[in-house]
């Protein structure tokens, strides 16, 4: 079982990257679980036809022990889990999510599930938002980023937690925000850490499109390049036996780097 | 589930116990130096050796780690032990302190058990099972042993839950009835020569008071006459190496005392199912008064002119309360048995024996 974890700054586009490496993982078969950890439980829309569902703690909080499924079927089989949490200002969201991954490993994960993705939000912040890197849990992660400064700094911040954490890095994920050599700025970024960029996802208007349709990609638009773009990723997840875990670098190296390239 | 309104035992403390009972060198408790303090001071008058790492609030902030790594090099410098747990706070387990990555960052020789837990996480007894499942998972007990006291502690807290100290919202302590209305009753049947039954079905150390009171019968019954049946559940053979050390204990100075143990109804970790086996046992047996110490709700079909010695004073106020006019408190029994190897006095054994003295005299 492939169990991976997606990081990256807020606001890159770690959803619909999970969302769609999920459908197209689908789409060949595999046994695939979305768990989306944002408290905010909107990371599964495209693959529900645009729907929320009821999250996993909200779950536990109002029926605990309750033996319906944990998890609502999307797009291609996926099978979708928000964990949730509090809303913003109140309790502990850090602790929702380590009880949502404990009680889902415990009760819910078996041993045929072939890949299952944690859709993580933003960076690593706290024991909590580590948790889905703990052993056990995901035992690779990718993290999503563009050639833009800041995302590369949260980049780095997260490989600094898998360094810490001893988690092994499966690749970066480049999300195109269309800016000049941005390939090769991750990729050599990529190689800094010693890790490699795993795919180059360009920017489309598609992707906006089918979302707004409360679509995947795979699902809205399945012949585009973009779409092909996803399931090249989801194959080369599946490939991926590069693992390693990274080492952050200076941020003024990371400011080099984008000077160089400019 | 009834919302329980007075305070219970926490997983942490069970958790320290259990931990105790596998014969662990050194507790590391992860959390701020308060934390399971007064159970932290108990058990090191039994011996084990308890630490904290002392946690404040910038470790609540950023995090406990390297605290935890230093003090567990420490123990192992000082104490070179074979056996360490290191218990989950509050306050470790809530900002998702990785225990395991620690021990391992420590590297040091002994075995070290990581106690994932805190005091939200359900009753008392989720402690005890999850020490049972690292220690089967490390290979200190069987796997079997495991699932056997899981299954107990399982057991015990479905009985709290129904007929327990969680079976009412709220229970204000009670002290019992007094020492001499119940000894009297003892003696008065004794010479009546009427069929005691005396039941011993207790937790773990607790027994080593408890027992006490069959010692002070026996005493009795050898001055005044009677017939009296012991039944205890103190099998030597049932339990971790500590818990049967107990029962063998007490086994020795109940011979000594020349008391004959009837029937032997379980292992001292198994009181949910001895007590069954116990009210089985004495069934047809006769019987005319029953005194049952230790945890006597474990014991179906309670009749309130049983004699029902306990030490919590919310176990008497739920007994008083339901009619047992002749349930009667060993108050502090616990906190005075820390180290014990042998039988230890109880004050309704006390009361007994002065009666009979003063009888003969
Ligand atoms: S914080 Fe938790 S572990 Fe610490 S003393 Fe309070 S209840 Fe016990």
């Known amino acids: 079982m492939k169990q991976i974890a997606i990081y990256g700054k807020g606001g890159i586009g770690k959803s619909t990257i999970s969302a769609n490496v999920a459908a197209a993982l689908g789409e060949r078969g595999l046994n695939t679980w979305y768990i989306g950890c944002d408290p905010k439980a909107d990371g599964s829309m495209t693959l529900l036809g645009g729907r929320k569902i009821e999250t996993f703690l909200e779950r536990l909080r109002s029926s605990p022990g309750e033996n319906r499924p944990a998890y609502v079927e999307g797009f291609n089989g996926v099978k979708c889990i928000e964990t949730g949490g509090p809303i913003a200002g109140v309790g502990c969201a850090g602790r929702g999510i380590i009880v949502a991954v404990q009680e889902l490993y415990k009760r819910y994960f078996a041993d045929n599930i072939d890949v299952i993705i944690y859709d993580v939000p933003g960076d690593v912040v706290c024991g909590g938002f580590a948790a889905p890197l703990r052993e056990k849990f995901a035992n690779e992660v990718y993290i999503v980023t563009s050639g833009e400064y800041l995302s590369l700094y949260a980049a780095n911040n997260i490989v600094r937690g898998l360094e810490n954490l001893r988690v092994n890095l499966g690749g970066l994920i480049c999300n195109s925000r269309e800016i000049r050599n941005e390939e090769r700025i991750v990729s050599e970024f990529a190689r800094k850490i010693g890790s490699h960029m795993i795919s180059f996802i360009p920017r489309d208007p598609i992707v906006r499109e089918c979302e707004n349709r409360g679509k995947t990609v795979i699902e809205g638009a399945p012949e585009s390049s973009q779409a092909s773009a996803y399931r090249r990723l989801a194959d080369a997840i599946l490939k991926n036996s590069d693992l390693r875990i990274p080492k952050p670098i200076d941020p003024e190296e990371i400011r080099a780097l984008l000077r160089e390239n400019e | ?361």
Request: hydrophobic fraction near 40%; glycine fraction near 8%.
């Open chain 2, 1 to 361: 589930m009834t919302d329980v309104l007075h305070p219970r035992p926490s997983p942490i403390i069970a958790a320290m116990y259990t931990l105790r009972d596998l014969d662990v060198d050194v507790i590391v408790m992860h959390g701020p130096p308060g934390c399971g303090f007064t159970a932290s001071r108990l058990l090191e008058e039994a011996g084990v050796t308890v630490v904290t790492t002392g946690m404040q609030e910038n470790d609540l902030i950023f995090g406990a780690e390297q605290r935890l790594v230093e003090v567990l090099k420490k123990v192992d410098e000082e104490f070179s032990p074979k056996l360490v747990g290191v218990v989950g706070t509050c306050a470790s387990m809530i900002i998702g302190e990785n225990l395991d990555a620690a021990i391992k960052k420590a590297g040091i020789r002994s075995t070290v058990l990581p106690i994932d837990i805190h005091a939200c996480a359900g009753p008392n007894t989720v402690g005890a099972i999850k020490v049972l499942e690292v220690a089967a998972s490390k290979g200190i007990i069987p796997n079997e042993e495991f699932e056997r006291q899981k299954e107990m502690l399982m057991r015990a807290t479905a009985l709290e839950r129904e007929r327990g100290m969680t079976s009412k919202p709220y229970l204000k302590p009670h002290r019992g009835a007094t020492k001499l209305k119940v000894a009297k009753r003892i003696i008065e049947y004794l010479s009546q020569n009427k069929r005691i039954a005396v039941v011993l079905n207790a937790k773990k150390e607790t027994a080593y008071r408890f027992a006490d009171v069959m010692r002070a019968i026996e005493y009795a019954r050898r001055r005044i006459g009677g017939y009296v049946v012991y039944v205890a559940n103190t099998d030597p053979n049932i339990g971790l190496p500590r818990i049967r050390r107990y029962s063998m204990d007490i086994l020795r100075d109940l011979r000594e005392a020349g008391v004959t143990v009837d029937y032997l109804s379980g292992g001292l970790d198994e009181y949910p199912v001895a007590g069954e086996r116990a009210a089985k046992y004495l069934e047809d047996k006769g019987i005319d008064l029953r005194v049952l110490c230790g945890l006597p709700h474990a014991i179906p079909d309670l009749r309130v002119e049983d004699i029902l010695v306990t030490d919590q004073p919310r176990e008497l106020r739920n007994f008083i309360d339901s009619g047992f006019t002749f349930a009667v408190g060993e108050i502090s029994t616990h906190s005075m048995l820390m180290g014990a190897r042998g039988i230890v006095n109880s004050e309704l054994g006390d009361t007994i024996r002065e009666l009979v003295d003063e009888v003969q005299t």
